[in-house]
């Protein structure tokens, strides 16, 4: 593409960076089951969360952009975000095109890059989320630069969050997604108040069932080692460094990836190991300082000593902070952590632009990562899949996804730039996502908790407390997800069972028979 052609203009915002649909950049989205491909690098992706997603266009110059650095280069594409996505994209692309400029704009100056990734089977993946200078990645990738766009930079390293944690009593959390969940089981020392809007823990991933064996994981004392990880984790010398910085009120960043509380040192004032409190089925009503709730005159409740006790105690203490929920219950703590899941940071991006916007808030996207406007994609956070997905697989704001998202819609914007075509990649055939949750594998597959399956399902369940819960979804007599939670060594299995779509029927509930060894009966 010549540099004479008209150049979008990126404009600086408050929240990131806004884009205009000007120039000619490569055509070609998110297509259809790709084969994955051994060889190729895995790298981050682009979320939305906290910070600018990923855009991207062909043939950009940075003269253009409003940001904090305008070095005078052109790069053939420009990536918008240092999230997982946006970063393993732009890693891609520098794989992809050696003698092209990548731009990557970014809002921190810490990214998130993505390290020992391994394939667990045809469609599962593990990886571990690591903070990294872009420094780090300007020195792998020479032809990558990072252009940060005027945010200021990160407390990553100062971990205010374990400070404040060490002089606290009592917290609440809000929020029922993977953070929250992750965070509950954590935090020992303190007095928690779990707030959650859903009937039980973990909705987004677990049914009551699941949710149930999970919970009385929270009533016991953590006595056991953590799980033993599967894959090294390293850390590295120029991450301190670059991570002496101070913090701006108004940052925006990328999601926290996998592993997030590794290293952190999440104990309270107290002895005690656990001491959660649920309260479910109900949200933020006002929340009030100090001086305010005094003059409110309103009283706050005691930590609930037995979770069916529902007698009512003034708490004489005083608190820092008071939450009054929904329900008119009014708890005091000395701070609270809102973990209450990901929006799409479309903002920046759409005035002055007529992209086609999904109903969650994101940037629809075709089966090859395009949106509505040509040569500009999207993946991670910012996106919604708008194609036709395939039975068993459904959009989730991930971590793997957002690898998967990046690393696709570069193989895209690869292809058109030079008039290629690409098949969708292997990836989007199957949902499935590996994480741990109250220190146990969980492995989630397919439609998991039926999705969109309506009533003619059935659900094959086993369960044994402590240890593992392993539920199947079939419809039809195949199986269309499953649940695995512990080290049931099952995935693999049940994977290529949802693949290949073979008839169960016969089997009923023998296929979830511990005496009977189904991995090598199907294998």
Known sequence: MSSRAPVPRILRSAKGISVSSEAPVPRTLRGKRRKWSPGAA???????????????ANRWRSESMEVARSPPTAGKFVVVGGGIAGVTCAEQLAVD?????????????????VTNFKQVSKVLEEFDVEEQPSTMLENRFPNIKVIESGVKQLKSEQREFQKQLTQAKRIMIIGNGGIALELVYEIEGCEVIWVIKDKAIG??????GAAEFL???????????KIARKRTRYTTEGRKKE?????????????????WHEGLDLKGTKEFSHKIHIETMCEV???????????SEKKSLIFPKDHHNQSVTTDKEIWPVYVELTNEKIYGCDFIVSATGVTPNTEPFLCGNNFDVGD????????????????????????????????VWQQMRLWTQARQMGWYAAKCMAAASVGESIDMDF???LFAHVTKFFNYKVVLLGKYNAQGLGPDHELLLRCTKGQEYIKAVLQNGRMMGAVLIGETDLEETFENLILNQMNLSAYGEDLLDPNIDIEDYFD
């Open 42 to 56: 895995p790298s981050p992706e682009i979320q939305t969360f906290l910070a600018p997603p990923l855009l991207s």
């Open 427 to 429: 990836s989007f055939e």
């Open 285 to 295: 009503k006002n929340i009030y300082l100090q001086a305010e709730f005094r003059i």
């Open 203 to 208: 909705n987004t991933f677990f049914d009551a």
């Open 243 to 259: 991570a002496q910085t101070k913090a701006h009120a108004g940052n925006i960043g990328s999601a926290l990836g996998p592993d």
């Open 97 to 113: 095109f050696p003698s092209e400029d990548i731009l990557l704009i970014t809002a921190s100056p810490v990214i998130k890059a």
């Open 360 to 391: 969650d808030g994101g940037l629809k996207v075709d089966d090859h990562m395009h949106t509505s406007l040509p040569d500009i994609y999207a993946a991670g956070d910012i996106c919604t899949a708008s194609w036709q997905p395939s039975p």
């Open 215 to 225: 919970t009385s994981k929270l009533i016991d004392e953590k006595s056991e080692a």
